[in-house]
């Protein structure tokens, strides 16, 4: 909502025909774009980053109960 807003404050910076225009034009194309930019890292890339990590670690920590597991018992037939 944040980054809406701001984008929506600059579009009439970006719609100014004088004089100075030519040198704001850019610099505010430039900060509406890395504002969308940056809110659709946020919305999109960052959760599928989460997900990947988060997936991984789940099945790294299933794999390391099933380790313990398995020494548990392999203990167990010595001691037994």
Request: glycine content about 4%; overall charge positive.
């Amino acid at each position: 909502m944040t980054a809406l807003v701001a984008s929506l404050g600059f579009i009439a910076m970006a719609l100014v025909t004088g004089k100075g225009a030519e040198v704001q034009r850019p610099i505010t194309t430039v900060v509406i774009d890395g504002i969308l930019f940056s809110k659709l890292l946020t919305l999109f890339a960052l959760p599928a980053v989460y997900r990947t990590f988060h997936s991984s670690t789940e099945q790294l920590n299933f794999s390391r109960r099933c380790f313990q597991f398995r020494i548990k018992r392999f203990a167990q037939t010595f001691t037994a």
